[in-house]
């Protein structure tokens, strides 16, 4: 059973820096994607990045190019989310989740996607 832990969240002010962690567990994950979503109060579950385990691709919605970068750490099975230049429109609820990859799977940045998910770490940036 997959099972996924995120750390990292916190309060920090604009233009300022967080590191992400989901901390993964139940692999092994050489054949999944792993991806950041984040939920903002009242809105949607919005994808953030992924990365594909194998192949160590990344994919970055508009919001997060040039400001986030997503990486993997093979030994110790952990996906981060290293964000930089902060605004508060960041606030969320930050999530990581897990999916299957085949020839078959769709869209890196489509919920459905991903069948595990983590509890979230809440992530508030202060103006």
């Known amino acids: 059973q997959v099972r996924l832990i995120e750390s990292g969240g916190g309060l920090v002010q604009a233009g300022g820096s967080l590191k992400l962690s989901c901390a993964a567990s139940?692999?092994?994950?050489?054949?999944?994607?792993m991806a950041w979503f984040r939920q903002a109060p009242g809105e949607d579950r919005d994808p953030v990045a992924a990365?594909?385990?194998?192949?160590?691709?990344?994919y970055y919605r508009d919001i997060a190019k040039g400001r986030f970068t997503i990486s993997r750490d093979n030994a110790k099975d952990t996906v981060y989310l290293q964000m930089y230049s902060l605004k508060p429109e960041d606030t969320a609820v930050y999530y990581c989740?897990?999916?299957?990859?085949?020839?078959?799977?769709?869209?890196?940045?489509?919920?459905?996607?991903?069948?595990?998910w983590g509890q979230g770490t809440q992530v508030t940036v202060s103006s």
């Open positions: 989740a897990a999916g299957i990859r085949t020839v078959y799977s769709g869209s890196y940045f489509s919920a459905d996607e991903y069948n595990n």
């Open positions: 139940g692999g092994p994950f050489r054949n999944y994607a």
């Open positions: 990365i594909n385990w194998n192949t160590g691709g990344t």
